[in-house]
């Protein structure tokens, strides 16, 4: 049920929104979930998946969560599971503090950041952090970017509105540092990805 979820979600999501899903629904709801049949699965069967989530990945357990009302809403729209037989996962996590996701905020901050990005060994990892530091680009975003996307002569990348959250061409201008880093990674990486 929740590969015939994600593929029917497919049709609407970017390709990020899609991969986060389905690494969700892979690794933590199949995993503890598979066997349990959609039809009579019951709020005290899900609850503590969902606490085991949030004891180590809170944003986590209620995207799981999220995802998961979303599969059994499309169990009963498809006729596998009866309408009147709703569980009740809202505030089934524990609560957290959700704030904002830690950023460097301080400029005595951001050289140990560099020092830290500068001293990674792996040349493709190092780049994709740089970008993601230079770009304000996500990093998924940035992982699975098609070369046709950066156009270095006129110092602009033009990410494809399918692969955007909001479905909107995103055009991002790039520094000098950012064109030596892909003119870096291209000789690393040729013409893929």
Same mark, same amino acid.
């Given at each position: 049920?929740?590969?015939? #979820? ?6 609407? #999501? ?7 899903a389905?690494f969700?629904? /892979? ?12 039809? &009579? ?14 004891? %180590? ?14 599969? $059994? &809403?499309?169990? $009963?729209?498809n006729?596998l ?6 569980? &009740? ?5 524990p609560? =957290? ?9 301080? +400029? ?6 560099? +020092? ?21 680009? %996500? ?5 699975? $970017? ?16 399918? /692969?955007?959250?909001?479905? %909107?061409? %995103? ?17 690393? &990486?040729?013409?893929? =990805?």
């Amino acid at each position: 049920m929740a590969q015939r #979820w994600l593929d029917f979600k497919r049709k609407e #999501w970017a390709d990020e929104t899609y991969r986060k899903a389905e690494f969700v629904v /892979r690794e933590y709801l199949n995993l503890a979930l598979r066997y349990k049949p959609i039809s &009579t699965l019951a709020t005290p069967e899900v609850k503590p998946v969902l606490e085991a989530i949030a004891s %180590h990945a809170p944003n986590r357990a209620t995207k799981a969560r999220q995802f998961f009302a979303g599969i $059994v &809403t499309y169990a $009963v729209q498809n006729g596998l599971r009866e309408d009147g037989a709703a569980l &009740t996962l809202r505030g089934g996590e524990p609560r =957290h503090d959700k704030g904002q996701i830690p950023a460097i905020t301080t +400029l005595g901050d951001i050289a140990p950041l560099a +020092l830290a990005i500068d001293a990674y060994k792996s040349p493709i990892t190092r780049a994709a952090l740089e970008l993601t530091m230079l770009t304000g680009l %996500h990093p998924g975003v940035i992982a699975a $970017v098609p070369w046709d996307e950066a156009n270095l002569k006129t110092a602009e990348w033009h990410v494809e509105a399918e /692969r955007m959250k909001m479905r %909107h061409d %995103h055009i991002v201008p790039l520094p000098k540092q950012a064109i030596a880093v892909l003119n870096e990674l291209q000789s690393l &990486t040729g013409k893929g =990805h």
